[in-house]
């Protein structure tokens, strides 16, 4: 054989056949490192994101919420307004009144009518006189003597109607118990 020419061996250079454990798990852990890194990454990223998003959304409601809030305003100020055109001519045709009767058949046409819309809307009043006192629906003024037996501890009078907007109230009802 010719002269073979040796190339000579780097130490940092290893033969993969040739490598021990230990040089395999430091690559291995190295790769994993990389790869834990680029992970951490992402999900930081992820998350960024979704706090961002998270964010907007609160604005975004919050902004919804103020506009119903300003929507069911203006609906029912505009369902109100031919109520309060009644009542201006009401008080425009009954200045120079001298009847009584006159006067009182127009505010009761304009109750009337209010009552109506405010019904549509979902106002209901609430029935007390005679029923039995409620705490949650009814607030307590004074009491009083009984007129009769069976109307002691019910509400014998009503100072101030409470009212329901649906399902819940609205207003609590004042109310004279009877002793």
Do not use: C, W
Request: hydrophobic residues 35%.
């Amino acid at each position: 054989m010719a002269d073979e020419q040796t190339l000579p061996q780097d130490d940092n250079m290893t033969d993969p056949a040739t490598a021990t454990a230990g040089e395999m798990t430091d690559e291995a852990t190295s790769d994993t490192t990389v790869a834990a890194g680029d992970e951490l990454a992402e999900l930081k990223d992820k998350y960024l994101r979704l706090a961002a998003e998270f964010e907007n959304y609160k604005r975004r409601t919050s902004k919804e919420r103020i506009d119903l809030f300003k929507s069911a305003n203006r609906e029912l100020m505009a369902v109100l307004l031919p109520v309060l055109d009644d009542f201006d001519r009401a008080r425009h045709h009954t200045q120079n009144a001298e009847d009584a009767g006159t006067v009182r058949e127009a505010v009761d046409i304009i109750h009337n009518k209010l009552s109506k819309t405010l019904e549509q809307k979902g106002l209901s009043s609430m029935t007390t006189v005679g029923t039995a006192f409620d705490p949650e629906l009814h607030e307590a003024i004074t009491q009083i003597p009984a007129p009769s037996e069976d109307m002691k501890g019910k509400i014998v009078d009503e100072v101030e109607k409470g009212y329901y907007l649906g399902d819940k109230v609205l207003r609590h009802a004042k109310v004279v118990l009877g002793q």
